[in-house]
């Protein structure tokens, strides 16, 4: 199939558009100059993955997708036909490292509906791109792992594996490119970071930049998932969580691959430019 342009000038829907990717796809876009949808519950553009009847009003119209999908509920199929017959030309979805390595996360669900969702996308006959992003860097300070960074313990599963920690930034960055610009069709582009870290590694650089201190304290699953059920995980939640972060502890997270130079011709940014970004405003204000 070769790319078209015709749908170019049609405005880009971008689900997931509150979240850590989604919101930096958005404002990319815009800056640019490009019409975007912001699309989720709470934006201004209604859209539930749970509710069918709210896909066919932000798909109307729209041109190319960022699709970033309910991860466990692989209603994915059913959203790329609904975006085939509304006329979408490209759909760019944002997937994950390891998904297609059997036992990666070990037996999580969402690892098979990330697959579903790119058999999807890739059957679809539309212009496709597929982002399999490793561990984000942005979980430190807004995301799953903020709380511990707050507290100023890092207590994870994770032993002394390493990983790339790849920045939200950079991710957004190649949705974008794949969004508006030729040469992204049919590629399937693995994201890391600059330089592997280990989590001691990641605890002394935020310390360093915030001024103050955390440090990482490695345990076992069932310690983690105790601390987790005393801030009022589930034991399910719990024990799904420590499942993510498996990869690292196993050596799966400690490659560095050249997605980010592949799509948009430069290195990927530095953890070092994460941490300055995102912690040395707080030593600021301390």
């Given at each position: 199939m070769t790319e078209n342009t015709e749908y170019t000038t049609r405005p880009v829907l971008v689900t997931g558009a509150t979240g850590m990717t989604g919101r930096r796809v958005l404002a990319r876009l815009r800056e640019r100059g490009v019409p975007a949808r912001a699309a989720s519950r709470s934006s201004e553009w209604a859209f539930d993955w749970?509710?069918?009847?709210?896909?066919?009003?932000?798909?109307?119209?729209?041109?190319?997708?960022?699709?970033?999908?309910?991860?466990?509920?692989?209603?994915?199929?059913?959203?790329?036909?609904?975006?085939?017959?509304?006329?979408?030309?490209?759909?760019?979805?944002?997937?994950?490292?390891?998904?297609?390595?059997?036992?990666?996360?070990?037996?999580?669900?969402?690892?098979?509906?990330?697959?579903?969702?790119?058999?999807?996308?890739?059957?679809?006959?539309?212009?496709?791109t597929v982002l399999r992003p490793g561990w984000f860097a942005h979980n430190f300070s807004e995301g799953l792992l903020a709380d511990q960074v707050r507290a100023g313990v890092l207590r994870l599963p994770a032993g002394d594996g390493a990983a790339s920690w790849i920045d939200a930034r950079d991710i957004a960055d190649v949705a974008v490119a794949a969004l508006t610009e030729p040469g992204h069709h049919g590629r399937t582009y693995v994201l890391s970071g600059a330089r592997l870290l280990t989590l001691a590694e990641v605890a002394a650089r935020i310390s360093a930049a915030a001024g103050r201190a955390v440090r990482y304290e490695p345990v076992s699953v069932e310690e983690y998932v105790a601390d987790r059920r005393?801030?009022?995980?589930?034991?399910?939640?719990?024990?799904?969580?420590?499942?993510?972060?498996?990869?690292?502890?196993?050596?799966?997270?400690?490659?560095?691959?050249?997605?980010?130079?592949?799509?948009?011709?430069?290195?990927?940014?530095?953890?070092?430019?994460?941490?300055?970004?995102?912690?040395?405003?707080?030593?600021?204000?301390?």
């Open positions: 749970s509710d069918p009847a709210t896909w066919d009003q932000v798909l109307e119209g729209a041109g190319a997708v960022y699709l970033v999908q309910n991860d466990v509920d692989p209603r994915t199929p059913a959203f790329v036909a609904r975006a085939v017959a509304h006329g979408v030309g490209r759909i760019v979805q944002l997937s994950a490292r390891g998904v297609d390595v059997p036992g990666y996360y070990g037996d999580r669900e969402d690892a098979i509906a990330h697959l579903v969702g790119e058999e999807a996308v890739k059957a679809s006959g539309l212009e496709w005393g801030q009022g995980w589930t034991e399910e939640e719990s024990r799904e969580m420590a499942m993510v972060i498996s990869p690292i502890e196993r050596g799966n997270e400690a490659e560095l691959t050249t997605g980010v130079q592949e799509a948009l011709g430069r290195e990927p940014r530095d953890f070092s430019d994460y941490v300055a970004e995102a912690f040395e405003r707080e030593a600021e204000h301390a």
